[in-house]
């Protein structure tokens, strides 16, 4: 069995799903900042489902108040004390419902308009972007909340015809006294002006009346939607009460603004079943997340280090399997980047924690091993060069925040910009290679889960699927040791056909110490047939194996 929840301030819709059996449930408003641990468990405990929880095996509950960690605690341990812990049960935030319901798997704007207002930028499952609601004192713009502000600002500072202005007062008794009094000194006062879009809705036939709303929706536009990159571009979809009641007015204001919508639904409910009988179930179908699931190993502290050592062994000589399956896709961003770089382009690394050190590594290598400037094979790391050493706190979550470190290098049309996450999830990797994509540069991924939303963005994916980790979820093991041999790939061969490599030698290394002075000679030595202190002597003379190769014929000796 499934439950699904969509809680709202004031009632939660839930429904239990058994097979092609689907019941409606109903409890009141459950948010964590509203209401006690034991208010919510006695609210639960309503729940008509009695003797069948044991059976029910996936929980997804989506409500107002828990867009942070410590809200969501809270519901899953209310949710887990109800229905016991062998059920899986995944607690997110309102607007990520809203946008599942709209755009199940696909992609687009979710704005939610009812008693609070927000929205987001979805793709395949998850929020990647959104800009913050603010709450009804400072933001909610186009909201039950909002219009009943626009609504009693315009009734008592006289901005409304007086025949208006005695029609709402004298049939719906909104005194300037009753008004104070159900905003300053009672509770949720935010619940009382967005009840005040019922008196709205009952005088809509007044053009004041109209224009209030459609501003409210014009606000709505130009604070929200018009903030994301593409906007115009992109299918916008709207749930809540306020966007249904009033979607004609709402249709006229998007029209107006050459937006698309498609959807403007009262609830998410229906949508949301649709999305967890069809589209996404970790449950029935294991983890989402290769890298994240479970060892095949238990009991790991109980192991002698020679164990240890000889399962972790076998662990990694899996990987050499994954990275060969897909050899051909890294031939074809190979083939991709070498006409590029011919032509003055450069090669971009972008990744955060593990997989952005690798990254950097790799390009830092490039210069010294093969003889070509730091600035043709780069490394871009979330948090700067900082978190080469030490994570910086949130970088990896701004997905906007690669193609800001980007610009400082202005990025071509023959620029290649790879992105380096294991779990394919990381928005400052996700949103490096959109921006480069749309920017019309060759983009790649690197990642060790299938089917990701960074693989989606990008025009050739390399996933190499190695299977879950030693230790669970730790990706510097295998997932870490397959993007180096990629990166090792990706550079090396790339290098020899850009003719760096003669033969099998790194004949443009750079003498940086004196152990690549003794290789190069002995290079030298070997190649021409010198003893090694002429070997030496002309290496110094000329600077490098290369330039020696190709001038001895003319040296004087």
Not at 9 to 24: C, Q, Y
Not at 29 to 39: L, Q
Not at 469 to 481: I, L, P
Request: with cysteine; net charge negative.
């Amino acid at each position: 069995m499934i439950l699904i929840a969509d809680s709202g301030s004031t009632k939660t819709d839930w429904r239990l799903i058994d097979g092609s059996e689907i019941r409606t449930l109903s409890t009141r408003g459950i948010n964590p900042y509203h209401a006690t641990e034991n208010e919510i468990a006695e609210e639960l405990q309503k729940l008509d489902v009695v003797g069948k929880e044991d059976n029910i095996r996936e929980i997804y509950f989506y409500g107002s108040g828990v867009a942070n960690k410590a809200m969501q605690h809270v519901i899953r341990k209310a949710l887990q004390e109800r229905f016991g812990e062998q059920a899986f049960i995944e607690v997110n935030d309102d607007l990520l419902g809203v946008a599942r319901a709209l755009f199940q798997d696909g992609k687009g704007i979710a704005c939610i308009l009812g008693t609070g207002s927000n929205s987001g930028l979805y793709q395949n499952g998850e929020i990647l972007d959104k800009v913050p609601a603010l709450g009804y004192s400072l933001g909610d713009e186009g909201s039950g909340t909002d219009i009943g502000k626009r609504l009693v600002n315009a009734l008592h500072k006289r901005s409304m015809s007086d025949e208006l202005r005695e029609v709402i007062i004298s049939q719906e008794g909104l005194s300037m006294d009753q008004i104070l009094e159900n905003v300053y000194k009672k509770p949720h006062a935010n619940r009382y002006l967005a009840s005040l879009t019922k008196v709205a809705a009952r005088h809509i036939e007044y053009r004041e009346i109209r224009d209030i709303v459609a501003e409210a929706f014009e606000d709505f536009i130009e604070k929200n939607i018009a903030k994301y990159s593409d906007y115009g571009n992109l299918e916008i979809g709207f749930v809540g009460s306020v966007a249904f009641y009033f979607k004609e007015i709402l249709k006229d204001v998007l029209r107006k603004h050459e937006l698309t919508c498609n959807q403007i639904i009262a609830t998410p409910i229906d949508g949301l079943v649709r999305y967890h009988r069809e589209v996404a179930s970790p449950a029935r179908e294991g983890s989402s997340s290769i890298t994240e699931s479970s060892s095949h190993y238990d009991n790991l502290d109980k192991m002698s280090v020679r164990e240890l050592l000889e399962n972790i062994n076998k662990e990694d000589g899996t990987v050499h399997v994954a990275v060969h399956a897909i050899i051909p896709k890294i031939e074809k961003l190979v083939e991709g980047i070498i006409p590029r770089i011919m032509k003055g382009g450069r090669l971009f690394y972008v990744g955060a924690g593990t997989s952005g050190r690798l990254g950097v590594v790799d390009a830092s290598e490039i210069p010294p091993t093969f003889g070509v400037p730091y600035d043709i094979v780069i490394g871009i790391i979330a948090g700067g060069d900082q978190a080469i050493r030490k994570a910086v706190e949130s970088a990896e979550d701004d997905i906007h925040g690669a193609w800001r470190d980007l610009a400082r290098f202005k990025p071509g049309k023959n620029d290649v910009v790879v992105g380096i996450a294991a779990s394919g999830r990381t928005p400052y990797v996700i949103g490096a290679v959109k921006d480069a994509r749309k920017a019309g540069l060759l983009t790649a991924c690197i990642t060790n889960n299938p089917d990701t939303k960074l693989a989606k963005e990008v025009d050739i994916p390399l996933e190499a699927l190695v299977g879950p980790e030693f230790v669970t979820g730790s990706t510097r093991m295998k997932s870490g040791t397959s993007q180096k041999l990629i990166l090792n790939m990706i550079t090396t061969s790339t290098m020899i056909k850009l003719g760096r490599v003669k033969g099998n030698k790194m004949v443009d290394m750079q003498l940086t110490n004196q152990k690549l002075v003794e290789r190069g000679s002995r290079m030298i030595s070997e190649e021409l047939g010198l003893d090694m202190d002429e070997a030496r002597r002309l290496l110094l003379l000329h600077g490098s194996v290369r330039s020696v190769l190709d001038n001895y014929s003319h040296d004087s000796r």
